[in-house]
């Protein structure tokens, strides 16, 4: 398979570095480091918002560092999780004395990790706590996790709690906040193709080319069917109900929605899924506040969407609403 790419044990630090070329005025790299911070942190009396994960999500989490989201991204190598030393130099980074939080897709070497970042930041003084976003409705277990996944509903957990960090909130209410938005989002997607590594160059499962597997993850870990290819209606169909099925939603309920592309899906088949999505919501009763429709946590060239929804109160609306100014992700 063809990649872009220069040699393949350079594929993060290179494409960090690209990522820092682009947005000078909004990031900088830490040195010796695969994290990246905003420009100004560690910010006087807020608390600092880190999160990270494997490379090839992207926009996420480089995407997501900037004014009204996180103050600091950490990228392990591809699929693979950061390792401790380097979330823990994010940590100090972004520190003012106010404490860190720090925000964990729900994928057990995401966990082990900034788990261990934490201590190591609490033995050095640094106040810390975190959450482990799930909000992935396909599968309780999988190769990667114990439990439900951590997909693309983290990207607007970064957004509701980037906002309120940047509003002064303590670490205590911080984890409130988060704690109530991730009880509130879920997400399902559907891959039409495999993602393809840099270091094999080979897929990380096989489609036929009438084939779609329901449920996938984000590293490409199994979903819960694999079927024939369907329209983009009857996609968005099976997915918008399988997230309903999951959330106590009422008629008149506030909610956002995200369609989100993983990696080698068009926006117009992207917008022509949101379509129906807004379709099926709308005929239910309910009120869509915010849609988000793009590539925001992807898995390498993957063929394939995921849909997102976000039940909203008056509290979250604010906060998802508020300015947000960051490579990837703009309000």
């Known amino acids: ?71 600091a991204a950490v990228a392990g190598e591809v699929f693979t999780a950061p390792t401790p ?18 925000i964990i897709k729900n994928y057990t070497g995401d966990i082990m990790n900034f788990e261990m970042a934490a201590e190591l930041a609490e033995a050095e003084g640094i106040k810390a706590d ?23 509903g983290t990207v607007l957990v970064h957004k509701i709690i980037g906002a309120l960090a940047e509003n002064g909130a303590a670490l205590e209410e911080i984890k409130r906040v988060a ?3 991730v009880a509130n989002v879920r997400s399902m997607g559907v891959a039409l193709s495999p993602s393809i590594m840099p270091g ?4 990380s499962f096989e489609l036929d080319e009438n084939e779609m597997e329901i449920g996938i993850g984000i590293h490409g870990e199994p979903g819960i069917e694999r079927k024939q290819l369907a329209t983009a209606d009857e996609l968005a169909e099976e997915l918008t109900q399988h997230v309903l099925g999951d959330l106590s939603l009422q008629e008149g309920d506030n909610i956002a929605v995200m ?36 590539d925001f946590m992807t898995s390498l060239e993957m063929a394939g969407c995921s849909v997102t929804i976000l039940k909203l ?4 609306t604010e906060l998802l609403q508020s300015e947000a100014s960051t490579p990837g992700f703009h309000v």
């Open 1 to 71: 398979m063809k990649k872009v790419i220069n040699k393949t044990n350079d594929v993060v630090t290179e494409m960090v570095d690209g990522v820092v070329a682009a947005y000078p005025h909004v990031i900088r790299r830490l040195p010796n480091t695969s994290a990246v911070v905003r420009t100004e942190a560690p910010i006087a009396n807020k608390v600092g918002i880190v999160s990270g994960g494997g490379s090839g999500h992207e926009p996420a989490h480089a995407g997501y560092v900037g004014k009204g989201m996180l103050d």
């Open 85 to 102: 030393d380097q979330i823990l130099e994010a940590m100090k980074a972004v520190d003012s004395g106010s404490g860190v939080f720090l």
């Open 130 to 152: 975190y959450i482990v976003v799930n909000d992935d409705v396909a599968v309780e277990d999988s190769s990667f996790t114990t439990g439900r996944r951590g997909i693309a």
């Open 179 to 181: 704690e109530k938005t």
């Open 200 to 203: 094999s160059g080979k897929a």
């Open 259 to 294: 369609v989100n592309g993983l990696g080698a899906t068009p926006e117009m088949e992207l917008y022509i899924v949101n379509r129906k999505v807004q379709d099926i919501l709308q005929k239910q009763g309910m009120e869509v506040v915010r849609t988000f429709v793009g």
């Open 313 to 316: 109160d008056d509290e979250l």
